[in-house]
């Protein structure tokens, strides 16, 4: 009867703790046990730590880690809790010996608490040592063992012990105190680290360090009587220094931590960062942009290495390190600027890819106006005609428009997009033609990934469905811009000879604000930044003169790379006009098959090339009504455009222009006038003077017959005779306009132009 009463009373009170237990469990004891604020950590390729910043309260404390480093594990259970692996929470042997101890004492001299004790104290925001926040801990500890593996108490533990000042937990310790890893820790430096957490004061000050290395070398000893350390392991431990004035967390590439963790802040952030490669080319920014200081007072240089095969950023150099330099914390490779010539090829790439023109297509390089806005080339001069690729290499800047206008600012624009230029902030009539020439901003960022986007297609000889631009394309791209002939802008080009399989491109912003070069091989996209973060401008500061040079020595400093294997799909044999560039007519006199990308196939046949008919003597041209058949030779010949002609003929000296037409037999089969600007259709935006009335225009035009004089016409009245420079200021209203021109001979040539 007695026995059945007990057994009633035991079970009754067990019942009752079973549910004191879940109560705790479900009303007091937080399903997780740690909610602070962690720091933000970046990794390099081999997951060594690159920098890290500081937790939004202040701390360093490092995101916990998943893996345990043993060595440290065994410090610390053989300092604080022996019996860690068999106990469930609370250790009744050293409970008993505490109190043993304590009463002795007659106080607290001992706790005897576990290590999971430990983390439900510091998981309850370390309240003080009392009884009754002790039996709450030994509750709580119960509770962890029940809901965590060892494993996973000791993780808890290790990430949030503090560890003198503000650091907590032990990952962020290790680089404080001996700036490495804490796997590369020695026993001593373990044990130095497993003492700290319950005696965080000890560490460095002067007065306790005696009591922090006799801790220590306590530990050690320990583990060598439990037979994990042998005897020479100690003395040489024992003799091992403690550590010194912490060291400072490391900051490698700063400006990239601040990136990512605008998006990943308190996280750790694995990186493909080589940190040889970042540590180098930031001493190569901070030794350019020391040099561009000094001779011409530019502060900031930005550096962004990509690699072709994963598109991650190798080196990431956001700006110098020189703390002379101004506006240091601006990121560089972030910064939204004018991009100058280096989104050219992509037009070119994307005419390419849609059969707008053949690789060497000749575009009309006169003198151009398209709403008001009139490009120039860098050299101020025109070619009247040159080949695609070369408008492309020598960057010259009225060809493009040109090409712009074929393809259209909105096509050119979706194509960006896809690219993945990011920063298209308004719609096609904010940019309109000047897009091609740097209108539009960009960051280096987009910049380099958009190379990369076509590095990559190029390399895995793929093309996504959605692709906007060819593999063929991109291989006549790279190819062009392999190619080391260089324009003025670009002059000092030769020093770069040594230099193959690069495929590059410079840029310069209006008003020598920024200094580009982007450069890739299969391997590599390297893209430079140099100027003035603040915007000013600096006369002389050109992309090849001073973000080339940058970019050669950090294509010196990576590995060399083959250069993409040739494609052959979307390619076929084609006769071309080697004059023209376009698709051969039976006319084409000087004609070669080559290997061309199929899309060309779409281009309009060699405009150019055409029969004439000439006296024998090949001195007169002559018209075939008034010439008897048998004084005329009819040959074909390469004939540009009147105004492409009048300057072509000054940079070509190998091209004949057709001779003039016999007196009295004139044809009418080619434009003997023509007019050079503005070109029919052109509409004129003309500023107001002081008065109020529309400024002059100069009127061009041109004549294949020398000292012949030419009569004009504005809207049917007579304005003017201009002999050798055919050239005539009008004051036009505004409105729609035709303007006329005729010779002697009666060849004309009219034209319709706006006014605004
Ligand atoms: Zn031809």
Redesign the pocket.
């Known amino acids: 009867m007695a026995s059945h009463k007990n057994r009633h009373i035991l079970s009754t009170l067990l019942l009752a703790f079973i549910i004191l237990f879940l109560v705790m469990h479900v009303f007091f004891i937080p399903s997780q046990l740690f909610s602070d604020a962690t720091s933000t950590i970046l990794l390099d390729d081999h997951h060594e730590l690159l920098g890290a910043r500081i937790a939004k309260d202040e701390q360093w404390r490092f995101p916990e880690t998943d893996t345990l480093n043993q060595r440290f594990v065994t410090c610390l259970i053989n300092y604080e809790d022996k019996r860690f692996y068999s106990h469930l929470g609370i250790d009744p042997i050293s409970i008993a010996r505490a109190m043993k101890k304590n009463i002795a004492s007659n106080g607290i001299k001992e706790g005897g608490s576990t290590l999971t004790m430990q983390l439900a104290r510091m998981a309850r925001g370390n309240q003080p040592r009392t009884l009754k926040n002790k039996l709450i801990e030994a509750m709580w500890a119960i509770d962890i063992e029940a809901t965590y593996s060892k494993d996973e108490i000791l993780r808890m533990y290790i990430s949030h012990a503090p560890f003198g000042g503000n650091i907590v937990g032990v990952d962020a310790a290790t680089w404080r105190y001996f700036y490495r890893d804490l796997s590369r820790l020695s026993w001593a430096e373990c044990a130095t680290l497993s003492v700290l957490p319950n005696a965080p004061a000890l560490i460095h000050l002067g007065k306790n360090r005696v009591r922090l290395k006799e801790k220590r070398d306590q530990l050690l000893t320990t583990l060598y009587k439990n037979g994990i350390l042998n005897k020479e392991e100690l003395e040489l431990s024992v003799n091992e220094p403690l550590p010194d004035v912490p060291y400072k967390i490391p900051n490698e590439a700063p400006h990239l931590i601040d990136y990512l963790s605008k998006k990943q802040k308190g996280k750790v952030i694995q990186t493909h960062i080589n940190s040889r490669l970042q540590h180098q080319l930031q001493k190569l920014a901070n030794n350019y942009c020391q040099i561009y200081t000094r001779s011409n007072y530019i502060e900031n240089i930005a550096i962004l290495v990509l690699d072709v095969e994963t598109g991650e950023p190798l080196a990431y150099i956001g700006n110098t390190t020189n703390p002379e330099s101004e506006a240091i914390q601006v990121d560089m490779i972030q910064a939204e600027r004018s991009p100058g010539s280096t989104l050219k090829p992509f037009l070119y790439a994307a005419m390419l890819t849609s059969g707008e023109i053949t690789p060497k297509q000749l575009i009309s390089d006169t003198p151009l106006s398209i709403n008001g806005f009139s490009p120039s080339n860098f050299n101020k001069s025109y070619n009247g005609s040159v080949h695609a690729d070369e408008a492309i290499i020598q960057s010259l800047n009225v060809p493009l428009v040109r090409m712009l206008s074929m393809h259209t600012t909105a096509r050119f624009m979706t194509d960006l997009k896809w690219l993945g230029l990011t920063t298209l902030h308004y719609d096609e009539d904010h940019y309109g033609a000047s897009i091609i020439l740097g209108g539009a901003e960009v960051t280096l960022w987009d910049l380099c990934h958009m190379y990369h986007k076509l590095a990559h297609q190029l390399s895995h000889n793929e093309e996504p469905k959605d692709s906007r631009i060819s593999l063929p394309a991109i291989w006549y791209t790279f190819d062009a811009m392999s190619r080391l002939n260089r324009p003025e802008e670009e002059a000092q080009w030769s020093q770069f000879k040594s230099m193959k399989n690069v495929a590059w491109k410079t840029g310069t912003s209006w008003g020598n604000r920024d200094a580009w070069s982007v450069g890739l091989t299969s391997k590599y996209v390297v893209g430079v930044w140099v100027g003035n973060a603040t915007g000013e401008g600096r006369a002389g500061m050109t992309g090849v003169g001073f973000a080339a040079p940058v970019m050669f020595d950090v294509f010196s400093m990576l590995e060399d790379s083959k250069w993409f294997s040739p494609v052959t799909k979307g390619m076929e044999l084609m006769n071309i006009?080697k004059?023209?560039g376009?698709i051969?007519?039976n006319?084409?006199n000087d004609v070669e098959t080559v290997m061309t990308l199929s899309a060309a196939k779409q281009t309009s046949t060699?405009p150019?090339?055409r029969y004439v008919h000439l006296t024998q003597d090949e001195k007169w041209q002559v018209n075939a009504d008034c010439v008897p058949t048998s004084e005329i030779k009819t040959v074909s010949r390469?004939v540009l455009p009147a105004a492409q002609e009048y300057y072509y003929q000054m940079k070509h000296a190998n091209y004949s222009p057709l001779p003039p037409f016999k007196e009295g037999c004139s044809g009418t089969s080619i434009d003997q006038v023509d007019f050079i600007y503005p070109e029919h259709g052109t509409t004129l935006i003309i500023p107001r003077g002081f008065n109020g009335t529309l400024e002059k225009v100069v009127f061009k035009a041109v004549s294949r017959k020398p000292n012949t004089p030419l009569y004009w016409h504005l809207d049917n009245c007579y304005v003017g005779e201009t002999h050798d420079e055919h050239q005539l200021s009008l004051q036009p209203d505004t409105g729609t306009h035709t303007i006329s021109i005729v010779d002697n001979e009666g060849n004309r040539k009219a034209i319709i132009f706006k006014v605004k």
Do not use: E, I, K, T
Request: with cysteine.
């Open positions: 006009c004059q023209s376009h051969a007519s006319l084409c060699c150019y090339c390469f």
